[in-house]
């Protein structure tokens, strides 16, 4: 069906629904209401109750308007039904006013107060009562998200007429499986959540919708999974030369848990396919030690290995180190950021072109087109949550399908670990190297800052080392530099006459460098900072960790924040400093002293913030659901991953007829995954 036979929807509106992104009528239907109104509930204005939302018939008595100093416009209406008067505000949506006629009654929606004996509300929703236009007979009325020129009216009539028509989006699943999976069907589910009998319909239409996602999420996974697997992969086959030679060369030994997911490891790059393993490991855990092996793995069997990091001051870190253990064997290597002039950023690019480096480490600067590898083997994506889908493909199809390595240190369950980094083996490293004190956590509120002071002093005389943190405010850069410049500006004075230093994002490359390379040597004893040293950085001498505003981050986030810290002999300690009164806030906040354990509070996070939060503000990668939530919806998850894995196992291709609506949608979602 033509969008420009529905009534109602003339060349105007047909131009402002392609703006939204909706040119058929499926795109209409898949236009999901933002919130439901339940007419059923319809109240006196007598009885609408303080601070809460409510729903009612009124008249538009007189209407006035006023623009504030700070250029707010504010529009308010006196209103009346039998019971009472009252205030209607809107801010801000100057085209209302047209719309309030007088002998209209009106259905509106909004925000009660009362105060002083007035009633005022902000109105949320409003349309004439009698209506008769109405898209749903029911009492249940959804309400889409629209923009000006397009009502609520003209988004009920047009899915109305479509449904009515016969909803064009078929059940693709079978019978048996819609059975067997307690699932609505297709047509059902989308003519109720567009217009619900009853809320029970409507969360069993919602539950529906939201297993597809989840659905075709998994299966997407897996395709892209399986498409890895069936073409040859590279197979690395240990003979020792370089593997050996290193740890035999290191300070120290091993953990047990290192061994084991290099053991991991070993089995999967000696495969003829490509290795697509996830090795998560709670900050300070050695992840490093365990990318090293694998590159030397690479490296002996004439493999070049490519390690992406998402901050030039970690491409360089993971550089140094793996130089320091690397240069004594024989091996070389490139540091490719986006810094580097012209003409050495040339000369390393030919070298890695002619196969003379072997390890390269670098942020998105490898991912370039220029760049070209001789024989790319294996790549290393550190913090991959920092990365989005395409960028892990593009530097994979610099290789012909190398091994895939990927490492975090934020510890998510496995079901939400597979939606975020695809379908991937996961290796644990549940072992912090011996002989480490666990960082001492303490929260204070703002007005214990002098003694935070005399602590940092006291710490800052024996020559250790101290980080602030400022978190992200709201979003902006410049704001949250300000803040940051400020604090940095109060230690200086504060702190005389230990060394000060101040990191921000809006520094170039070079100047984070000097600062950070000051840092490290010891020259700057106090480095202020936004969240930039968020992920890798090793200074061992610094021993404590200062959070502003630390209510402001997530658990894992802080959790990660702590570990930067504590890296030496030396007791660490983690200061969280709030102002917060909120009480969810500070249970975060206090569960960050009572343990160490980086998954406990993952998870917690999980529970309290949803998975968007987990990985703080710049995460990328996570799906995009339009209905299902998590981490509500954790067990509807499983379901529909058990759900495509078995389809997968039995039709591989998605080829069988019954498959064939599935295996199409699945092909077309892979290809705008690795689009990105
Ligand atoms: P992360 O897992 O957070 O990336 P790193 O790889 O940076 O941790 O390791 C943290 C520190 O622990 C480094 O200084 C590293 O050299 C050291 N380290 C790694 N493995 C061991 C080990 N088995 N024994 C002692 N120290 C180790
Ligand atoms: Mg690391």
Redesign the pocket.
């Known amino acids: 069906m033509k969008l420009q036979f529905l009534k109602g929807i003339g060349p105007k509106r047909l131009k402002l629904l392609e703006q939204m992104g909706m040119v058929t009528a499926e795109d209409l239907l898949m236009h999901f209401p933002r919130r439901y109104e339940d007419r059923s509930r319809i109240q006196k204005l007598a009885e609408l109750q303080d601070g809460q939302a409510g729903t009612f018939l009124a008249s538009v008595v007189n209407v006035t308007e006023q623009r504030t100093r700070t250029g707010l416009y504010i529009l308010k209406a006196a209103i009346r039904d039998e019971s009472a008067i009252a205030t209607a505000t809107w801010f801000n949506q100057p085209y209302i006013k047209a719309k309030l006629t007088a002998d209209t009654v009106f259905l509106m929606t909004g925000k009660v107060r009362r105060q002083f004996g007035r009633l005022e509300i902000m109105i949320q929703d409003l349309e004439p009562a009698d209506d008769k236009a109405e898209g749903n007979p029911g009492r249940i009325l959804a309400v889409y998200p629209a923009s000006a020129g397009l009502q609520q009216k003209v988004f009920r009539q047009a899915i109305a007429q479509i449904l009515d028509a016969g909803c064009p989006l078929k059940e693709f699943h079978s019978p048996s499986f819609l059975e067997e999976q307690a699932l609505t069907g297709r047509e059902e589910a989308l003519e109720t959540l567009h217009r619900p009998a009853t809320w029970e319909a409507l969360d069993k239409a919602r539950e529906r919708l939201a297993f597809d996602e989840f659905y075709f999420l998994h299966l997407s996974l897996a395709a892209m999974r399986r498409k890895d697997f069936q073409e040859q992969g590279v197979s690395h086959i240990p003979n020792a030369t370089l593997t050996d030679a290193w740890i035999k060369g290191l300070p ?4 047990a848990a ?1 061994k084991r997911v290099i053991g991991e490891i070993r089995e999967d790059m000696a495969k003829p396919h490509a290795m697509a393993r996830l090795v998560q ?1 709670d ?7 365990v990318a090293a092996w694998a590159l030397l793995l690479a490296a002996e069997n004439d493999f070049q290995g490519a390690m992406m990091v998402p901050t030039e001051i970690l491409a360089k870190q993971h550089y140094e180190t793996l130089s320091s253990w690397f240069r004594p064997l024989g091996l070389r290597l490139g540091l490719f950021t986006g810094s580097l002039g012209q003409k050495e950023a040339r000369l390393l690019r030919e070298s890695l072109a002619a196969g003379e480096i072997q390890v390269a480490v670098g942020t998105h600067a490898l991912i370039q087109e220029k760049i070209v590898y001789q024989r790319l083997g294996l790549i290393i994506i550190d913090e991959q949550h920092r990365f989005g889908v395409r960028q892990r493909a593009l530097l994979q199809e610099k290789g012909d399908h190398p091994d895939v390595l990927i490492m975090s ?1 934020t510890p998510i369950p496995r079901s939400l670990a597979l939606t975020v980094y695809g379908d991937l083996d996961i290796s644990k ?1 549940d072992e912090i ?2 002989g480490r004190k666990p960082v001492e956590t303490i929260c204070i509120l703002e007005k214990a800052r002098e003694k935070m002071h005399q602590f940092l002093r006291k710490e800052l005389a024996l020559g250790n080392q101290v980080f602030v943190v400022c978190p992200l405010i709201e979003d902006s850069e410049v704001l949250d530099m300000q803040n940051a410049e400020e604090i940095y500006e109060r230690l200086t004075l504060t702190l005389k006459p230990f060394p000060v230093g101040l990191l921000h994002g809006r520094m170039s490359g070079a100047e984070k460098e000097a600062i950070m390379g000051a840092f490290a040597a010891g020259t700057i004893q106090v480095l202020v900072s936004t969240t930039v040293v968020e992920v ?1 950085v ?1 200074v061992p001498a610094a021993t404590v960790m200062v959070v502003e505003n630390s209510e402001r981050f997530g658990l894992a986030q802080l959790h990660q924040l702590r ?1 930067r810290v504590g ?1 030496g002999d030396r007791q660490a300690y983690c200061i969280l400093v709030t102002n917060t009164e909120d009480s969810l806030a500070l249970r975060r906040l206090k569960m960050m002293t009572e343990t160490n354990d980086g998954f406990k509070l993952a998870e917690e996070d999980l529970l309290l913030r949803g998975p968007g939060e987990l990985f703080g503000a710049r995460q990328h990668g996570l799906p995009e659901f339009r209905l299902a939530k998590l981490p509500e919806d954790m067990r509807l998850m499983e379901r529909a991953r058990e759900a495509a894995i078995r389809l997968m196992d039995a039709d591989p291709d998605l080829r069988q007829p019954e498959h064939g609506e599935t295996g199409r949608m699945i092909r077309e979602r892979i290809t705008e995954m690795v689009k990105g």
């Open positions: 120290f030994s091993l953990t290192q490991g900050v300070g855990a050695g992840k490093t030690a240190a490293l190297p011996p890798g090793d570990g890296r």
